[in-house]
């Protein structure tokens, strides 16, 4: 009996996962995956959302159809603050069970100029400060509990003269 318990034991502690790593348990979880970690001011910097539903179930998504998930990046001066309107929105989306990719264009540019943001140069938003940012989401009518997991972060540099 002391060895049975034993072996049950070791396999426990071979089979747990390490005290750093980072299980998941959530029903939904959304993760962003930038092409690059840096980029040059002014220029979109292409991203992968991957959005896993690990229910058996089909789940209603509320909001505007295709902007139930924004992307940006975001540090310390620069808040991902996009300007939206979704509260006219009353369309039902379905997340079915598995694994579903969006494909999103990240700004380095401001979303808009003026009225709290930077001036606008030559009549558009002016590029975003060269530093590290780290991606964020905003998530609209996805179930409680949804998960984003860890941001990535994103050097954002000054463009060749």
């Known amino acids: 009996m002391v060895a049975f318990l034993a072996v049950a034991v070791v396999i426990a502690l071979v089979m747990s996962p390490a005290p750093t790593e980072r299980v998941n348990h959530a029903a ?15 220029t979109p910097l292409r991203a992968t959302v991957i959005i896993v539903n690990r229910t058996r179930h089909t789940i209603a998504i509320y909001g505007c159809p295709n902007a139930q998930v924004l992307v940006g990046i975001a540090n310390s001066l ?15 989306g379905h997340l079915t069970p598995g694994v579903h990719r969006q494909r999103f264009m990240i700004l380095t540019t401001y979303y808009g100029c003026g009225g709290g943001f930077p001036p606008c140069v030559n009549g558009a938003p002016p590029v975003l400060p060269t530093g590290t940012y780290e991606t964020k989401m905003l998530l609209f009518g996805f179930p409680r509990g949804t998960a984003v997991i860890n941001p990535v972060a994103v050097t954002v540099v000054a463009p060749r003269a």
């Open 28 to 42: 939904v979880t959304v993760e962003v995956l930038p092409v690059a970690t840096t980029v040059v001011a002014g």
């Open 78 to 92: 620069v808040a991902f603050d996009p300007p939206i309107a979704l509260n006219l929105c009353i369309h039902v």
